[in-house]
């Protein structure tokens, strides 16, 4: 079978996190994604934790690329990144704006050695507007977007992720991006295009109604701990053995599935159960019930008990209970690699399967300009003796 994204190249000039993630998408179902770096080598080698001196971040989210190092700081760096161009697809950069066009790289200088070239920019704000040159992570879209307002508990302190959330989203987007614009060029006969993505910005759209919410009624959704305002019971409860559980009610049947579970079914005949909203309003009494009757036993009997009502539940895990659980190993959800540096790792298998195009996780994160000779003896036709004298001038 052949993957989706066979024929297709990449070239990911970008750093720490959206746009590494947008091309590693990409790669997993068969872009050919060639990792740009810096002779010095990229940031996310040594993002987070470490195994002798391997960075584990790096071998995640640059797994399926090839890695050459290229100054583009440098005059050949750049003619050689010009040339690459014109033989590839889609450039994924993260540069604040105005960085490329100082080094000679502005699309229109990309345009004119590809037409058809497809050109991703991942900026926190943008391209333009007060804030577009300002340095930005996708830390600081969590707190603008007002994901940090909303999350923690009612009398706590705003609460950002402890991982790169909003990088993530903005990765996803960008992956979709650039298969429309892919799009637009093949199917429809189009040409390349500018893509500009700004990280604040995929977030906001996943953090829902809350513009029209304050647009049309004037309220500012404030922090609610582990509740919704939108249903209830909705909460994280504790298990006697001292587990936790999370439970989800959307659904006005599953509602009053679980009130009858935990033995309360007098309320559902109250006025207010009728809708989630309503529920909401009287979270704290529905939690009350769901709380004492999960308190009084142990997790796998809460579990088993709800499934057999047909209510919504699910144990909050933590690494090691999810590499283990029988519906994960079902889904190969994580795979195991033989990687050069670490031996066997195992790591997040394909974000989702396809029936007749499928994609594939090949090989981990590479080292520092593993790949510079077949690189650039292929996309260049460069041979050893060249490479060579690149390297001593620092230009790779």
């Known amino acids: ?25 990409l790669g997993d179902y068969g872009a050919d994604v060639v990792k740009v770096e810096h002779p010095r080598g990229d940031p996310m080698r040594g993002h987070g934790h470490a195994k002798d001196g391997v960075g584990l971040w790096w071998k995640l989210v640059s797994r399926n690329k090839r890695t050459v190092t290229l100054d583009l700081n440098k ?18 950069e993260n540069f604040r704006p105005g960085v490329l066009e100082r080094w000679n790289l502005g699309y229109e200088e990309l345009r004119a ?24 992570f996708g830390t600081l879209a969590e707190a603008m977007s007002g994901f940090a307002h909303i999350t923690g508990q009612p009398d706590g302190p705003p609460t950002l992720p402890p991982f790169g959330l ?7 987007a960008g992956a979709l991006a650039v298969m429309l614009a892919l799009y637009h060029r093949d199917a429809r006969g189009g040409e390349g295009q500018v893509i500009d993505l700004a990280i604040v910005e995929p977030i906001l759209m996943v953090l829902g109604a809350q513009s029209i919410i304050y647009d049309q009624l004037g309220l500012v959704l404030q ?20 587990r936790w559980v999370a439970i989800s009610t959307s659904a006005d049947t599953i509602a009053q599935r679980t009130m009858r579970l935990v033995g309360h079914p007098e309320v ?14 009287h979270a704290e009494e529905l939690d009350a019930m769901v709380g004492a009757w999960i308190a009084q036993r142990d997790l796998d009997d809460v579990i088993r008990t709800f499934d057999e009502a047909g209510a919504a539940i699910a144990p909050i895990y933590d690494i090691v209970q999810i590499l283990s659980d029988p519906q994960f190993k079902a889904l190969e959800t994580f795979i195991e690699l033989e990687d050069e540096d670490l031996g066997r790792l195992k790591m ?10 499928p994609g594939a996780v090949r090989f981990a994160g590479r080292r520092l300009g593993q790949d510079n000779a077949e690189v650039y003896c292929e996309l260049l036709d460069l041979d050893q003796g060249r490479l060579e004298q690149l390297k001593t001038a620092g230009v790779i």
């Open 75 to 92: 005059d050949e760096g750049q003619r050689m990144l010009l040339a690459m161009a014109a033989k590839s697809d889609v450039i994924i």
């Open 223 to 242: 922090r609610m701990g582990n509740r919704s305002g939108n249903n209830a019971p909705r909460n994280t409860y504790k298990t006697r053995d001292g």
């Open 113 to 136: 050695v590809n037409p058809r070239l497809v050109l991703l920019r991942t900026t926190g704000f943008g391209q333009f507007g007060p804030y577009a040159s300002r340095p930005a």
């Open 268 to 281: 559902i005949d109250e006025p207010w159960f009728k809708t989630g909203t309503q529920r909401a309003q």
């Open 166 to 172: 909003a990088d993530g989203i903005a990765g996803l």
């Open 1 to 25: 079978m052949t993957t989706p994204l066979e024929g297709i190249r990449v070239l990911d000039l970008a750093t720490i996190y959206a746009g590494p993630f947008a091309a590693m998408l």
């Open 348 to 357: 997040q298998n394909l974000a989702f399967r396809m029936e007749e195009t």
